[in-house]
C-alpha cells in the first residue's frame, strides 16, 4: 500500500472535500490525531485505497495508478 502511494507523481496523498486535485488515501496506513485507537471500520478498510480524482488529465492519471502498480 505505502509503496503503492509513494510511487504515484500526480495523485498526492491527502483528504480534501472540494478541492480540485487529484489526491489518495488510505485509512489503513494512520489513526486521525483526533482518534486514540483504530476503530472497527478503520481496520477492515486497511487494504482499501481511496483515489479521489481531480481535473487532470484521465490519460495522465491512468498512466500514473499504472505506474505505480507497477512498483508493486
Not at 472535500?17 to 489526491?23: A, K, N, R, V
Not at 479521489?52 to 512498483?71: I, K, N, R
Amino acid at each position: 500500500m505505502e509503496r503503492f502511494m509513494d510511487s504515484l507523481q500526480i495523485f498526492k496523498i491527502g483528504v480534501n472535500w472540494g478541492g480540485y486535485e487529484s489526491l489518495v488515501y488510505s485509512p489503513g496506513l494512520g489513526i486521525h490525531p483526533a482518534q486514540t485507537t483504530r476503530t472497527e471500520y478503520e481496520t477492515r478498510l486497511e487494504h482499501t485505497i481511496r483515489l479521489s480524482v481531480g481535473l487532470e488529465e484521465t490519460a495522465d492519471l491512468m498512466e500514473d495508478v499504472f505506474q505505480a502498480l507497477d512498483c508493486i
